[in-house]
């Protein structure tokens, strides 16, 4: 076996000209994009052309034929669980025509000026990557058809697609996609604007979900393109490919962000079997950005023997550089921030006089919630693989962000990006802790004193919850005024937490701007009198995004003070939502300030009311709202719209006397548009539920004295079955001539705020502090 995979994709520099007939026929041209690197200030770019690194739909990059027939489709993205390695396949066979049984999938290197954007995140991958890929795949199948047309003298308009052939309808004649691959790669690529993609009912794949329709299976989905793989364990993922002569490392990290390396005494573990080396980590200080914390990496004949070489060092930690961190306790944090919600901060948005409004309100109702720090938690920590050799670096890593890691890796090692190749595996989870670099910049530092040998650099459960990039803490104030009618009339939103950005920027203490529209600044309501306010927050440690990431906040505190409105307003709380919406409107983030949309282009992704409106009616006509309910059991509400899509959820709880919570139903309404891959929304929008009912009930990273007090999933609590819903049921809302939106991360922001209203509706206790746990109990 050679160290590395024997069958790993090489294409590099292709153009619009040739149609590969097999991955062997990757040839030496430049790929022609048709985007400009440099942004004009004249005309912004949105969606995949605005993204680093742009977007491209020429077939060669994609689609690949062999002379047997076989149909292998590169996914440039990163596979974490949300299934794009199908979904994108799917999309490209469906318009290309091709036998699912017949195609095959590669994982794309990391490597932008080919693949255009790669960086996994924002729910970003079908929604700005599914117009390219039909694209590219009619092209593919239009060049089959014209290789087709040539052979027989025929006219191209006579020609067909049907499944893995063309055929000829007058003569009858076929030829299968393998027997014309070689003249089709001849030919030039159609120019995008003359493609013509399949009708609606022409695609077999897209938009389709199975079902049986009078005992006939109607449609027969895909196979899931790593389904059998995972199922008996031969998937493989970060810390399984395959090496020769391999080494391992761990690295013993500082325990405060931002504490350096002082004295250490490294024999100790020098004389634990299988211990080669211990190699000092160089770290980045303060701020960290995507870089190593620093520390010692001890480096083993195995996994084991390296973890029982750091137990075994002695390391005296230098904390002057980190004082002000050591110093981060949470409980003394969230006193600081409650103190400063009493008072104005750095006014986001205004409209109306709050003021008058609130003098005038015949109620006036205030709270503060609070959600502490979170960690993403994959269930496979962050690893590494790296092989540094006659100034070349190659890395192997689950990774969300094959670029930065590229860039980045280059940087540490002094080396030209182009002498680094990242090779990307299967995910075992991410939640955003992949994004970031770190992981493989350390394995990268650690190879380079073996020259030629790979090194994996393995993360433990306690380094992930120890050395992480945590979620923002947040606390949130609201307040507001009702009328006699029990009407809104002001509103008073002051949310503070610490920015993503204080990881490029020490003094950083307010929310950016793609922050602020993550659900606060792009409030929907229709309220006369709308003050939004942004008090400052410090970071002590690193801030990293998770799943939804300031959307999460944002919407627990929003959704769980409407729902505290309605009941002191004495309203159903769907119909009192449905008042503060008002009229069906778009609004556009134009309208709210200079905010955050996802990088889509304003002037077609609105917030729509409308929409808004038609998940809440559907989730509640779907879960029954409104019916009577016994005695200690109650339904909860929440919605929210972020990454383009809208969700609403209803849970359907029971609290027992002595405080136990059993949840019998989750119902999740969903809008995002046209819908490639049904199967796989309606699994995404299950494991956000779950991963929500664990941010509600479960989760929390605490600090004391600048140290996370959570180190494994004994104190760091996930959900268990017994916390699982009895029952999930999804329902999509049909919307396909709306822009399409993302389904990865928009399911998860109304989960916990609908969970704890329904604890309200079941026993009359409000929650306004995240995580539940035991305030049930008593």
């Not at 040739?18 to 969606?47: M, N, P, Q």
């Not at 014309?180 to 003359?194: F, G």
Request: contains cysteine; glycine residues 10%; aromatic residues 8%.
């Amino acid at each position: 076996m050679e160290s590395g995979p024997k069958d790993r994709l090489q294409i590099a520099n292709v153009s619009r000209r040739r149609f590969l007939t097999g991955l062997a026929g990757a040839a030496a041209l430049v790929i022609a994009a048709r985007w400009d690197l440099v942004e004009t200030a004249e005309k912004r770019k949105y969606g995949a052309e605005g993204m680093p690194g742009g977007y491209t739909d020429n077939p060669n990059v994609f689609i690949h034929i062999d002379p047997d027939g076989t149909v292998t489709v590169v996914n440039h993205r990163s596979e974490m669980g949300q299934g794009i390695r199908t979904s994108n396949a799917m999309v490209i066979a469906d318009e290309l025509g091709a036998d699912w049984d017949r195609v095959r999938v590669k994982q794309a290197e990391g490597d932008h000026s080919v693949y255009g954007n790669q960086y996994t995140e924002a729910s970003r991958s079908m929604r700005q990557w599914f117009d390219p890929l039909r694209r590219a795949g009619a092209a593919a199948r239009q060049m089959l058809e014209q290789a087709a047309a040539d052979r027989w003298q025929v006219r191209l308009s006579e020609v067909k697609t049907g499944v893995h052939e063309v055929w000829h309808e007058q003569s009858g004649r076929k030829l299968g996609f393998g027997e014309l691959a070689e003249a089709a790669r001849t030919l030039e690529v159609p120019d995008p604007a003359s493609l013509i993609l399949r009708e609606d009912h022409e695609l077999r794949f897209i938009g389709r979900e199975s079902g049986l329709i009078n005992g006939v299976l109607e449609t027969s989905r895909p196979k899931a393109i790593d389904g059998e793989g995972i199922v008996s364990g031969t998937a493989v993922y970060g810390a399984d490919v395959p090496f020769d002569n391999p080494l391992y490392a761990v690295i013993a990290r500082p325990p405060v962000y931002g504490a350096e390396l002082g004295r250490f005494h490294e024999s100790d573990a020098l004389n634990v079997p299988g211990v080669l080396k211990v190699v000092r980590i160089e770290g980045a200080g303060l701020p960290a950005a995507f870089n190593p914390l620093g520390g010692l990496a001890v480096v083993a004949t195995n996994t084991w023997a390296a973890m029982q070489g750091r137990k075994a060092l002695k390391i005296h930690w230098d904390y002057g550089p980190a004082e002000d961190n050591r110093s981060y306790t949470s409980s003394a944090y969230r006193e600081i921030l409650e103190a400063r919600a009493q008072i104005p901060g750095e006014v986001i948005r205004k409209e109306g006089n709050f003021s008058k409004a609130m003098e005038g309100a015949h109620q006036r109702i205030s709270a503060t919630y609070y959600m502490p720090h979170l960690a993403q938690t994959p269930m496979e920590p962050p690893v590494a693989t790296a092989r540094v050799q006659k100034g070349n670096a190659e890395i192997w890593a689950p990774t969300q962000n094959p670029q930065a890691t590229r860039t980045k890796v280059a940087e540490r090692l002094g080396l030209d990006v182009t002498n680094v190749t990242v090779n990307v595996t299967l995910l075992g989870g991410a939640f955003g802790r992949k994004a970031k670099p770190d992981f493989a910049i350390e394995a990268a530092a650690i190879a380079q004193w073996f020259e030629g040998r790979p090194v994996t650099l393995q993360w433990t459960r306690e380094d992930d919850l120890q050395h992480g990039y945590y979620q923002t803490v947040s606390l949130d104030h609201l307040e507001a005024g009702l009328d006699e009618r029990g009407r809104a009339t002001a509103w008073l939103h002051r949310s503070l937490s610490p920015s993503t950005m204080s990881l490029l920027k020490a003094d950083f203490e307010h929310k950016s701007k793609v922050e602020q529209g993550m659900g606060f600044n792009t409030t929907p309501f229709d309220i006369p009198a709308i003050l939004l306010e942004n008090p400052p927050a410090t970071a002590h440690v690193r801030i990293g995004w998770i799943r939804s990431v300031y959307n999460l906040p944002h919407a627990w505190a929003i959704q769980s003070f409407a729902h505290e409105l309605a009941i002191a307003a004495g309203k159903d709380h769907r119909a009192f939502l449905l008042e503060m919406l008002g009229e069906d409107r778009k609004i556009s983030n134009r309208s709210v300030g200079d905010t955050y949309n996802y990088d889509e282009d304003p002037a077609i992704y609105f917030i729509d009311t409308g929409r808004i409106r038609g998940v809440i009616d559907r989730v509640a006509a779907e879960s029954g709202w409104g019916k009577e309910m016994p005695r200690g059991r109650g339904l909860g509400l929440a919605f929210h719209h972020s990454f383009g899509s809208y969700a609403a959820v209803v849970f359907d709880v029971e609290v027992s006397e002595g405080g136990s919570l059993t949840i019998h139903r989750a119902d999740i309404a969903f809008d995002c548009g046209p819908q490639a891959n049904p199967e796989r929304i309606r699994s995404q929008l299950e494991g956000a539920c779950i991963m929500g009912i664990g941010v509600a009930l479960l989760n929390e990273v605490s600090f004391e004295n600048g140290v996370a007090q959570q180190d494994n999933f004994d104190r760091y609590r996930i959900p268990r079955m017994n916390n699982a819903p009895r029952e999930i049921r999804i329902h999509l809302v049909e919307n396909p001539d709306e822009p399409m939106g993302g389904v990865g991360e928009p399911g998860l922001p109304p989960v916990a705020p609908a969970l704890v209203n329904a604890i309200y509706a079941a026993t009359g206790k409000r929650i306004r502090r995240l995580p539940v746990g035991d305030q049930l109990k008593g």
